[in-house]
């Protein structure tokens, strides 16, 4: 039954495999669009995502009512207690594919996400899992490893059928892959066959792992996959290189921390929750979730300290101003919590550069009102910081008000 799909994936790996990183246009803005002077040349503008948002992404095994093994497995109350934390904790939790869409820059997602995924496909994740996961109406992914589905190599009665992943797959679950038989792929041997593996036959194997187990998915389920969890965690650069050139979007490890918009997608951290371990649940939780005591506290910061430009107070000659603040001066930023927010414009896609600690955005949409106020918060060690700071505005194009404004005094 299995030896159908094992030698099937090898052939068609280069002929499919378009990666998504080529595919996908570079973002760079066109060096053709110089500015000119048409007066009412249609405006493209890029969403503004919420630069800010922090996605948790869990991971569970098996959900069953005795647990023996506590590393992989946690009781249904458990399971269902942690998806209560979440809401309870102002988390929501989105699709594996609005996080994707977010990283992009093409989809805002609320300030406090979770990702929910459940690993190697064993049957309680359909029989128990899922309908927990339903009554909270939760989306959630499956990574799942081909060889252990049922039928295959190490598919045996606990595991999910194809029919199962079927459904859910109908469902809207979103299936992602784990790798084709579950090692640890940085070493050059194959636990199944029980061989070491030379140079090449390790890159022929590397291939069906990472290559042959997203086009068997994609195949029996007639999905894209975009998603790969290396199994245990274990990666190096050739592994990431292997998935980028497979086309797989993001790669997901064990190492859990926050993602942000800077988190680099071939390498995102997932918590893996065990039975025996509930805190680790619920200090990631903790970490980015909505205090229920109120709101969290936020030091405040003199804008005077931060250098900013335009200056507290100070009045401008232009509606569309280059609105810049030096952060070096606060240690320990998370550099993917720096937000920019403008009166009349709200978040702004303003740019950080941890190195100079400088965030700047140009405005590029004339400002309105005579005053602009411009708040900025970042997270320093856990703790929020803002500053805030407001200055005016002077252009004949600034205001609504039809009175003969006050032309500025050319300069020479
Ligand atoms: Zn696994």
Same mark, same amino acid.
């Given at each position: 039954?299995?030896?159908?799909?094992?030698?099937?994936?090898?052939?068609? !790996?280069?002929?499919?495999? #378009?990666?998504?990183? +080529?595919? &996908?246009?570079?973002? %760079? /803005?066109? @060096?053709?669009?110089?500015?000119?002077?048409?007066?009412?040349?249609?405006?493209?503008?890029?969403?503004?995502?919420?630069?800010?948002?922090?996605?948790?992404?869990?991971?569970?095994?098996?959900?069953?009512?005795?647990?023996?093994?506590?590393?992989?497995?946690?009781?249904?109350?458990?399971?269902?207690?942690?998806?209560?934390?979440?809401?309870?904790?102002?988390? !929501?939790?989105?699709?594996? #594919?609005?996080?994707? +869409?977010? &990283?992009?820059?093409? %989809? /805002?997602? @609320?300030?406090?996400?979770?990702?929910?995924?459940?690993?190697?496909?064993?049957?309680?994740?359909?029989?128990?899992?899922?309908?927990?996961?339903?009554?909270?109406?939760?989306?959630?992914?499956?990574?799942?490893?081909?060889?252990?589905?049922?039928?295959?190599?190490?598919?045996?009665?606990?595991?999910?059928?194809?029919?199962?992943?079927?459904?859910?797959?109908?469902?809207?679950?979103?299936?992602?892959?784990?790798? +084709?038989?579950?090692?640890?792929?940085?070493?050059?041997?194959?636990?199944?066959?029980?061989?070491?593996?030379?140079?090449?036959?390790?890159?022929?194997?590397?291939?069906?792992?990472?290559?042959?187990?997203?086009?068997?998915?994609?195949?029996?389920?007639?999905?894209?996959?975009?998603?790969?969890?290396?199994?245990?965690?274990?990666?190096?650069?050739?592994?990431?290189?292997?998935?980028?050139?497979?086309?797989?979007?993001?790669?997901?490890?064990?190492?859990?921390?926050?993602?942000?918009?800077?988190?680099?997608?071939?390498?995102?951290?997932?918590?893996?929750?065990?039975?025996?371990?509930?805190?680790?649940?619920?200090?990631?939780?903790?970490?980015?979730?909505?205090?229920?005591?109120?709101?969290?506290?936020?030091?405040?910061?003199?804008?005077?300290?931060?250098?900013?430009?335009?200056?507290?107070?100070?009045?401008?000659?232009?509606?569309?101003?280059?609105?810049?603040?030096?952060?070096?001066?606060?240690?320990?930023?998370?550099?993917?919590?720096?937000?920019?927010?403008?009166?009349?414009?709200?978040?702004?896609?303003?740019?950080?550069?941890?190195?100079?600690?400088?965030?700047?955005?140009?405005?590029?949409?004339?400002?309105?009102?005579?005053?602009?106020?411009?708040?900025?918060?970042?997270?320093?060690?856990?703790?929020?910081?803002?500053?805030?700071?407001?200055?005016?505005?002077?252009?004949?194009?600034?205001?609504?008000?039809?009175?003969?404004?006050?032309?500025?005094?050319?300069?020479?």
């Amino acid at each position: 039954m299995l030896t159908r799909f094992t030698v099937f994936p090898f052939i068609l !790996t280069f002929v499919i495999c #378009q990666s998504v990183f +080529a595919a &996908k246009p570079a973002s %760079k /803005s066109s @060096p053709s669009a110089a500015p000119t002077a048409a007066p009412s040349a249609p405006k493209v503008t890029k969403p503004v995502v919420d630069q800010t948002a922090q996605v948790l992404v869990f991971g569970w095994h098996r959900v069953v009512d005795k647990v023996r093994r506590p590393d992989t497995e946690i009781t249904p109350q458990d399971f269902e207690k942690q998806m209560q934390e979440l809401k309870d904790h102002g988390i !929501t939790v989105i699709g594996m #594919q609005d996080l994707l +869409a977010w &990283k992009r820059g093409e %989809k /805002s997602i @609320p300030p406090r996400c979770a990702i929910l995924t459940l690993d190697d496909g064993w049957k309680s994740q359909y029989e128990v899992g899922w309908p927990i996961l339903k009554k909270f109406g939760y989306p959630f992914t499956l990574f799942i490893y081909t060889e252990g589905v049922r039928g295959g190599h190490f598919g045996g009665g606990e595991a999910m059928t194809w029919e199962m992943l079927s459904e859910m797959r109908d469902a809207g679950v979103d299936i992602e892959a784990h790798s +084709a038989t579950h090692q640890d792929l940085r070493k050059p041997y194959d636990k199944v066959t029980k061989k070491k593996l030379s140079p090449p036959e390790y890159e022929q194997w590397l291939q069906n792992e990472i290559v042959g187990s997203k086009q068997l998915l994609e195949q029996k389920l007639g999905i894209k996959v975009n998603c790969f969890a290396v199994p245990y965690g274990f990666y190096n650069e050739h592994i990431k290189e292997v998935c980028r050139n497979a086309g797989y979007e993001a790669v997901f490890t064990v190492y859990g921390q926050p993602i942000t918009y800077t988190s680099p997608l071939d390498s995102l951290g997932r918590y893996l929750i065990e039975g025996n371990k509930p805190k680790v649940f619920t200090d990631a939780v903790k970490l980015i979730g909505t205090s229920t005591g109120g709101a969290t506290a936020v030091a405040e910061v003199g804008a005077n300290s931060l250098s900013t430009q335009p200056t507290d107070g100070e009045t401008v000659r232009t509606a569309l101003p280059l609105i810049k603040a030096n952060l070096s001066g606060i240690a320990g930023i998370d550099p993917g919590s720096v937000q920019m927010r403008v009166s009349g414009l709200g978040v702004v896609p303003a740019s950080y550069d941890p190195k100079t600690g400088t965030v700047a955005y140009q405005v590029t949409q004339k400002l309105r009102d005579k005053s602009c106020t411009v708040i900025l918060t970042v997270k320093s060690e856990g703790k929020k910081i803002e500053t805030h700071w407001t200055f005016g505005i002077e252009e004949s194009g600034a205001g609504t008000s039809i009175s003969p404004s006050v032309a500025p005094t050319p300069k020479k």
